[in-house]
C-alpha cells in the first residue's frame, strides 16, 4: 500500500501551509476575537485556486484532485478553523454539487465564478425542524406556470451572509417523503430572499452564518440541479464530500493543538526541567499525534476513494467521526498542558477548544456518521 503523495499534491500542501503560516494565522485571533469574516484572505484563496480546486479548469477551477484539496484544507484551518470552513462550504458544498450535477447554463453561469473565488456560495439543507433527519424539510417548492415558488426558512447557513448564490432544498411533493425534494441553484439576491441577523457562536467566530428567509421567491424551471425530486440524493452525495473536507478542517485544529502544546511544553519549566520532559505530558503528546494521524489516514483514503469515483459515504463519515473526536480530545489535552494559561484568550488554544467543537456538529453530527457506518456494516457483515 503506498501512503506517497505525488510532486503536485506536496507542491499544494506546501503552497497553503506557507500562505496559512505568514498570512492566514497572524490574523486569526483577531478575526476570531472581532468575529470578523476574512474578506481579504477569501480574495487571496481565491488566487491561489482554493476556492475551487477540484473543479476542471474549464469551468474554472483548479484541476486539482480531493486529495489536493484535503492536504490544503488541513494547513488553512491549522492557522484559522473559520477560513477553513469558509473554503469547504465553497468547494464542497457549492462547486461539486454544481460540478456533478449541473447544466451547462449552471457550469456558465455559477460554477466558473464560484471556482474561480470571483464570489461566494453557500447550501441551504438545514431547517429549524430539519437538521440531522434532513429529509423532513418543511420549505416548499410549488410549480406555478413555468416558475417555482419557494418559500420556507433555512437555519445555520454557513456562508451566507457573504455568498451570491445557493444551493437549495425544498420539497415539491411531500406526499412523496424524501423522493419529494429538489434541489436549486439560487441567486441570493432573488426577489423575496432575505437574511437574519449572523449568529453568535461559540466557535469559528470569522466564519459567518444565518438563517434565510424565503418568502415566494419565484425562480425558472432551469434553477432545479439535477432532476425534480432528486434533491435528497444530491443532497447525501454532497454531503458524502462535505464531510472529506470537515475530517480535514478538524486535523488541522488538531493539529494546531498539537503544534502549539510541543512548542509551550518545550520552553515551560515546572520542578527544573520543561514540562516537555514529564511522562504525564509526553503521554498527551503522543496520544495527540498518533490518533490525529489514524484520523489523517482515513480521510486520505475517504478522499482518493472520491477521486477514483467510488461510493465512499461510510469512509467520509469514518474519517469525520475520528478527525472530530481527535481534534477535541486534543484541544482539551492542549488547555490542560496550558493550564492557567490555556484557559486565557491570550493564548490559541482556547479557540482551538472552540472551534474544534462544530466539527462534531455541522455536516452531520457524531451520531448521524455513526448511523451511517452501521448502515454500511450491516449491510457488509
Ligand atoms: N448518496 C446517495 N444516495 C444516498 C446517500 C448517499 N450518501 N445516502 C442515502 N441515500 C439515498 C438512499 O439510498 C435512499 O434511496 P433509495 O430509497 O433509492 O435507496 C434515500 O437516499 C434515503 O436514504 P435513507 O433512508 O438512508 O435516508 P434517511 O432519511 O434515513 O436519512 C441520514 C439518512 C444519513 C440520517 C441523513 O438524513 C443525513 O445525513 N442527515 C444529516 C444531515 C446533515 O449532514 N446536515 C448537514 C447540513 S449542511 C451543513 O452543516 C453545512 C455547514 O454548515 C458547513
Known amino acids: 500500500m503506498d501512503f506517497a503523495l505525488t510532486e503536485e499534491q506536496k507542491l499544494t500542501r506546501q503552497t497553503a501551509r506557507e500562505f496559512a503560516m505568514a498570512e492566514v494565522l497572524p490574523q486569526a485571533s483577531k478575526n476570531d476575537e472581532e468575529h470578523r469574516f476574512p474578506s481579504d484572505l477569501v480574495k487571496r484563496l481565491a488566487g491561489l485556486g482554493f476556492l475551487g480546486m477540484a473543479v476542471p479548469e474549464a469551468h474554472g477551477g483548479a484541476g486539482l484532485d480531493t486529495v489536493s484539496y484535503v492536504l490544503a484544507m488541513e494547513e488553512i484551518s491549522r492557522a484559522c478553523a473559520s477560513t477553513g470552513v469558509i473554503m469547504s462550504v465553497n468547494n464542497s458544498l457549492v462547486c461539486d454539487p454544481i460540478n456533478k450535477f449541473g447544466s451547462d447554463r449552471q457550469k456558465r453561469e455559477w460554477l466558473v465564478p464560484l471556482a474561480k473565488g470571483e464570489i461566494l456560495g453557500c447550501f441551504a439543507l438545514s431547517e429549524p425542524e430539519a437538521g440531522s433527519d434532513a429529509a423532513a424539510q418543511k420549505t416548499t417548492a410549488r410549480l406555478v406556470g413555468d416558475e417555482w415558488v419557494i418559500s420556507g426558512t433555512k437555519n445555520f447557513i454557513t456562508n451566507a451572509p457573504n455568498a451570491q448564490v445557493t444551493v437549495l432544498f425544498a420539497m415539491n411533493a411531500p406526499e412523496k417523503g424524501y423522493k419529494g425534494i429538489t434541489a436549486f441553484v439560487v441567486p441570493m439576491n432573488t426577489k423575496g430572499v432575505s437574511l437574519g441577523p449572523p449568529d453568535k457562536k461559540l466557535g469559528i467566530r470569522a466564519s459567518q452564518s444565518c438563517q434565510i428567509f424565503l418568502e415566494d421567491v419565484r425562480v425558472k424551471g432551469d434553477a432545479v440541479l439535477g432532476e425534480v425530486g432528486g434533491g435528497f440524493k444530491v443532497a447525501m452525495s454532497t454531503l458524502d464530500g462535505g464531510r472529506i473536507g470537515?475530517?480535514?478542517?478538524?486535523?488541522?485544529?488538531?493539529?494546531?493543538?498539537?503544534?502549539?502544546?510541543?512548542?509551550?511544553?518545550?520552553?515551560?519549566?515546572?520542578?527544573?526541567?520543561?514540562?516537555?520532559?514529564?511522562?504525564?505530558?509526553?503521554?498527551?503528546?503522543?496520544?495527540?499525534?498518533?490518533?490525529?494521524?489514524?484520523?489523517?489516514?482515513?480521510?486520505?483514503?475517504?478522499?482518493?476513494?472520491?477521486?477514483?469515483g467510488i461510493r465512499h459515504s461510510a469512509e467520509s463519515a469514518m474519517a469525520k467521526l475520528l478527525a472530530s473526536d481527535a481534534a477535541n480530545r486534543a484541544a482539551r489535552e492542549a488547555v490542560q498542558i496550558f493550564g492557567g494559561y490555556g484557559y486565557l484568550a491570550d493564548y490559541p488554544v482556547e479557540r482551538h477548544l472552540r472551534d474544534a467543537k462544530i466539527t462534531e456538529i455541522y455536516e452531520g453530527t457524531s451520531e448521524i456518521q455513526r448511523m451511517v457506518i452501521a448502515q454500511k456494516v450491516l449491510t457488509d457483515m
Open 246 to 308: 470537515i475530517a480535514a478542517q478538524a486535523l488541522g485544529i488538531g493539529r494546531a493543538c498539537l503544534e502549539d502544546s510541543l512548542e509551550y511544553a518545550k520552553q515551560r519549566k515546572t520542578f527544573g526541567q520543561p514540562i516537555a520532559q514529564h511522562q504525564a505530558i509526553q503521554w498527551k503528546l503522543a496520544d495527540m499525534a498518533t490518533e490525529l494521524e489514524a484520523a489523517r489516514l482515513l480521510t486520505w483514503r475517504a478522499a482518493s476513494l472520491k477521486d477514483r
